[in-house]
């Protein structure tokens, strides 16, 4: 046992050494976000994502679209808004067309077999009273870029 994990000590330092990081994004996804744009599929689903434009008029209103706009500024990057059914949008992030699916998810959604789900960030009572754990929704595999969105999330104070 202790030979095993050694040896993966050993293998993570040669890989480190090679310039791998841990985690990583196979489609470069942080790195294309940080300074640049961040793609997001938008569903309505009042108070989470709301169809009427924000008061500033850059994008839908809620409380999901301030995070993502929240998240975004602290990567520098610029939101670029794509409206649209949950399995449209969810299909678009599948293709690498987006970044992050927001749209009042919850850990029972039934996109977490075709998208990596975030840690829950927030709780709500639910229409029959049931509690509901909320998570956003990013492409399969795109670690780094999972990691920095969960840091960002569990630092935020979020209410319906």
């Known amino acids: 046992m202790i030979a095993r994990v050694v040896a993966g000590l050993g293998i993570l330092t040669l890989l480190a050494g090679c310039g791998v990081t841990i985690p990583t994004d196979p489609e470069d996804t942080l790195e294309d ?4 744009v961040l793609r997001v599929g938008v569903s309505t689903d009042p108070p989470w ?5 924000d008061p500033g008029g850059s994008g839908p209103a809620g409380i999901e679209p301030q995070l993502v706009r929240d998240f975004a500024a602290s ?3 610029e939101v670029e808004w794509t409206r649209g059914g949950e399995a449209d949008l969810v299909d678009q992030l599948h293709r690498d067309e987006l970044d992050l699916v927001v749209g ?17 960030y927030a709780e709500a009572t639910g229409p029959e009273g049931a509690t ?16 920095e969105l ?3 999330l569990l630092g935020q104070e979020v209410s319906p």
């Open 33 to 36: 976000v940080r300074g640049g």
């Open 49 to 53: 994502t709301e169809e009427a434009p």
């Open 75 to 77: 990567l520098g990057a």
């Open 104 to 120: 009042g998810l919850t850990t029972t959604s039934p996109w977490a077999a075709h998208a990596t789900l975030t840690y829950p």
């Open 132 to 147: 509901e754990l909320h998570v956003m929704a990013v492409q399969t595999g795109e670690n780094a870029f999972l990691v």
């Open 150 to 152: 969960e840091r960002f």
